[in-house]
């Protein structure tokens, strides 16, 4: 598995952020289209207490991670995962997160940086999340936003 560096996720942070509303529509049909589990995962009952601003970070944080993905990949798309392999990736994740006995939230994240080959991606969503200028997250939000993110990158990841 290629490693995404920081200037790749960078620049697909730059490009996304600065799409018009169709490109966005574009990015977002294009990932409906080549990663059908994923977009439902995305936009599942089970992340329906997120809120509409949350949600609409995540799906940026996701589409930054595919762009990222893409370029590093010579333009060659994640294989599209299984709703099995997704949700043992997710189960995972929150097992680790909840079994954590760090007090902030940031100390919890510790785990997942310890043993992962891309830590420039889970260091992008940790960013995204702790950003103090922003009032965008909400606890609640937080976890789940990370740990689906966390999860997508996990499942993508090890594809290859």
Sequence with gaps: MAFIAEKYI???????????????????????????????YLFSEGLSLLTDEERNMLLYMILVIRK????????????????????????????????????TFRERLDIFFENTPQEDLLAFI??????????WVTQAGRDYIFITAKTVVDVWCRKG
């Design 10 to 40: 960078d620049a697909a942070a730059e490009s996304i952020g600065v799409a018009t509303e169709e490109g966005q529509v574009k990015l977002i049909k294009d990932l409906e289209e080549k990663q059908p589990i994923i977009t439902a």
């Design 68 to 103: 990222a993905y893409l370029k590093t990949h010579d333009g060659k798309d994640p294989e599209p995962v299984s709703e099995e392999e997704l949700g043992t990736a997710e189960e995972k994740n929150w097992t680790a997160f909840n079994e954590s006995s760090a007090k």
């Design 126 to 135: 940790e960013d995204v999340l702790m950003d103090e200028e922003e009032e």
